[in-house]
């Protein structure tokens, strides 16, 4: 028996009734948009905006995250399946033959700039704010939904660490694996939990969100940050690229850290 490993082999359906089941992935999914929902109560009362402007920002949020986290997946990791079955991407299903597969591939990536378009015109059609005044504060309940979905990825036993080559670590049972992995889902999660609570600690205890952007630009650097170091424990979705020996993720991360030191350092307007 390996002394640190965990055999990790568990159901991935809350329950089932016939042949409609509840999975956890979909679930963390449904807690990190409510909690999310509740982020935004709370800042919206505390400045004095309508919370009926939320049932807005929920469905932009929402259709902006699943659109732009499945597009930008077979985008960046599958082009030929987006440019071959473009209806199958944007739709829940299956065609030929049918089936509901729900959405399974999503990137973060491609969900990070679907929020930020979908923030866009949620600025201009509904708060008539500046776009950098809703994206400072988005970020903060992003963060949170963002360490429910790297749980939800532990519970599929997807988005796998590299091997330890020791006895620390999750053995993926469900994969058919007898050796542990780094489990790279709990290290991102972790890793998004400290992003969420320096967010959460800027925005209440200092005036920074006053100069617009800096919180956004903190999101970018904190969390993209991340996901750069984690990458390098766990498995390429995709080959490594070029000389430096980086996956796509990994170059995917490196302009959105640049992005958010920009909006932090810049002489912003308050």
Known sequence: M????????PNVEVFKIGSF?????SLMFVIAFVLGLQIMKKIYKSEGMSVE???????????????????????????????????????????????????QGLASHGAAI???????????????????????????????????????NLMNSEIIGKPTHTDYGFVFKKLGEDFPRHPTQLYE??????TFVVLWYVYWKTDKKEKLGYIFGMFMVFLWSVR???????????????????????????????????????????
Request: hydrophobic share 55%; proline share 4%.
């Open 21 to 25: 089941a509840i999975r956890y992935y």
């Open 53 to 103: 402007k939320l049932d807005s920002l929920f469905i932009y949020t929402v259709i902006a995250t699943l659109l732009g986290a499945r597009i930008g997946h077979f985008l960046f990791y599958d082009i030929d399946f987006l440019l071959s079955r473009p209806l199958e991407v944007l739709l829940p299903i299956r065609l030929n033959p049918f089936k509901f597969t729900g959405y």
């Open 114 to 152: 679907g929020i930020i378009i979908a923030m866009y015109f949620y600025s201009k059609k509904v708060i008539k704010k500046p776009m950098l005044w809703i994206l400072d504060r988005i970020v903060i309940p992003v963060a949170s939904g963002a360490i429910f979905v790297r749980i939800g």
């Open 189 to 194: 999660a972790f890793g998004y939990l400290i």
């Open 2 to 9: 390996l002394f640190l490993s965990i055999d990790w082999n």
């Open 228 to 270: 750069l170091i984690v990458e390098f424990f766990k498995e390429a979705q995709v080959d490594v690229r070029g000389d430096w020996d980086l996956n796509t993720g990994q170059l995917l991360s490196i302009p959105m850290i640049f992005v958010g030191f920009y909006f932090m350092l810049r002489k912003g307007k308050r």
